[in-house]
T-cell receptor, first 113, second 116 residues
Framework: AQSVSQHNHHVILSEAASLELGCNYS??????LFWYVQYPGQHLQLLLK??????LVKGIKGFEAEFIKSKFSFNLRKPSVQWSDTAEYFC???????????FGKGTKLSVKP | DTAVSQTPKYLVTQMGNDKSIKCEQN?????MYWYKQDSKKFLKIMFS???????INETVPNRFSPKSPDKAHLNLHINSLELGDSAVYFC???????????????FGEGSWLTVV
C-alpha cells in the first residue's frame, strides 16, 4: 500500500531562513507527487506538483521541490521564508491503483518575525 | 468564482442529531471526494465518486452516507452524530480518476463540524 512520511512534525524558523521539509513515499509504480499548504483556518491549496519530466519543480510563492526517484523523496524547499509562510504543509502521493491522494501527517511551519 | 464550494462552513450540533454537508464543483470534473481531517490535522479519504458512481469507500461507519445526484455535487449525510465525528470535512474534485491528467485534486474550504 502507498504511504507518505513527513519527518518533521513542527519546524520553527526565523524570517529569511532557508527551509527544507522532508517527504518520503512508498509506492513502486508511477506516482504523481504534490505539496499542499493549509494556512491557519483555511483550506488546502496546491503549492506544486510533479507528474513527469524535470525533477525540480517550481511552485507558487517561491517554493520548489525535487523529486529523487532513487530515494523515494520529494522534499520541499524555499531559500528564504517569510512570516506569511506560517502554515501546515502536506506532502501527498497519487498512485493510480488507489485513485486518490494519500497524505502525509503534515509539517507545521512557524516563522518568527 | 469558487471552484469547489461546500456548505455549511461551520456547524455545531448535539450528539444524536442528523446533519448534511453539501458540496458543489463548477470545474466540470468527473471525480469528487470527501476527506476528513482530524484534530491532529491528519487527512484521510472517506469516499470517492466518479461520474456519480461510488469507487472508494474507506472504513467509515455506515452512519456516513454520501450522495451524488449529479457529477457536480457530492453531499455527505451523517446520522446519529457522535463526539468523535468532530473534525473538518473537506470536499474535493479532480478531472478524472486513475489517469495522469486527472490527478490534481482541488479542495473546498472545509466544513468545521463540532459535536457537543
Amino acid at each position: 500500500a502507498q504511504s507518505v512520511s513527513q519527518h518533521n512534525h513542527h519546524v520553527i524558523l526565523s524570517e529569511a531562513a532557508s527551509l527544507e521539509l522532508g517527504c518520503n513515499y512508498s509506492y513502486g509504480g508511477t506516482v504523481n507527487l504534490f505539496w499542499y499548504v493549509q494556512y491557519p483556518g483555511q483550506h488546502l491549496q496546491l503549492l506544486l506538483k510533479y507528474f513527469s519530466g524535470d525533477p525540480l519543480v517550481k511552485g507558487i510563492k517561491g517554493f520548489e521541490a525535487e523529486f529523487i526517484k532513487s530515494k523515494f523523496s520529494f522534499n520541499l524547499r524555499k531559500p528564504s521564508v517569510q512570516w506569511s509562510d506560517t502554515a501546515e504543509y502536506f506532502c501527498a502521493v497519487y498512485g493510480g491503483s488507489q485513485g486518490n491522494l494519500i497524505f502525509g501527517k503534515g509539517t507545521k511551519l512557524s516563522v518568527k518575525p | 468564482d469558487t471552484a469547489v464550494s461546500q456548505t455549511p462552513k461551520y456547524l455545531v450540533t448535539q450528539m444524536g442529531n442528523d446533519k448534511s454537508i453539501k458540496c458543489e464543483q463548477n470545474l466540470g470534473h468527473d471525480t469528487m471526494y470527501w476527506y476528513k481531517q482530524d484534530s491532529k490535522k491528519f487527512l484521510k479519504i472517506m469516499f470517492s465518486y466518479n461520474n456519480k458512481e461510488l469507487i472508494i469507500n474507506e472504513t467509515v461507519p455506515n452512519r456516513f452516507s454520501p450522495k451524488s445526484p449529479d457529477k457536480a455535487h457530492l453531499n455527505l449525510h451523517i446520522n446519529s452524530l457522535e463526539l468523535g465525528d468532530s473534525a473538518v470535512y473537506f470536499c474535493a474534485s479532480s478531472q478524472g480518476w486513475g489517469t495522469p491528467s486527472g490527478n490534481t485534486i482541488y479542495f473546498g474550504e472545509g466544513s468545521w463540524l463540532t459535536v457537543v
